[in-house]
C-alpha cells in the first residue's frame, strides 16, 4: 500500500507563496503521473496540477501562470509551488498518485487557508 504524505499547508494571506510537499512511500518514477487536487466546502474535488513520469505538466485555469508543480525523483516528492495565493484558493489540497495499471493513491490532505 502506497502511502502519501503531504505538507506544507497553513494560513497565509492573499498575494503570499505556499509550498506543499508529498512525500511518497515508493519511487515515484513508478507511476504514471502524480499530482494535486483541492476540495473546498461545499464543492467538488478538482484537479489543480498534475506531472507525469515524463515531466509533462498540466494546471487548472484558475492557477496557470501562479502555480508550479515538480517532482525530486530522488526524494519520492512532488511539490505544489503556490505564488500570489487568493481566498478562492482556500481548500484542503490532496496528493495523488496513478498507477500505469491498479489503482490510484492519495493523501490525506493538507489545509490550505487564505485571508484577504
Known amino acids: 500500500q502506497v502511502q502519501l504524505v503531504e505538507s506544507g499547508g497553513g494560513l497565509v494571506q492573499a498575494g503570499e507563496s505556499l509550498t506543499l510537499s508529498c512525500a511518497a512511500s515508493?519511487?515515484?518514477?513508478?507511476?504514471?503521473?502524480m499530482g494535486w487536487y483541492r476540495q473546498a466546502p461545499g464543492k467538488q474535488r478538482g484537479l489543480v496540477a498534475r506531472i507525469t513520469s515524463a515531466g509533462s505538466t498540466n494546471y487548472a485555469d484558475s492557477v496557470k501562470g501562479r502555480f508550479s508543480i515538480s517532482r525530486d525523483n530522488a526524494k519520492n516528492t512532488v511539490y505544489l509551488q503556490m505564488n500570489s495565493l487568493k481566498p478562492e484558493d482556500t481548500a484542503v489540497y490532496y496528493c495523488?498518485?496513478?498507477?500505469?495499471?491498479?489503482?490510484?493513491?492519495w493523501g490525506q490532505g493538507t489545509q490550505v487557508t487564505v485571508s484577504s
Open positions: 495523488y498518485a496513478a498507477r500505469w495499471v491498479g489503482n490510484d493513491y
Open positions: 515508493e519511487r515515484i518514477v513508478t507511476f504514471k503521473a
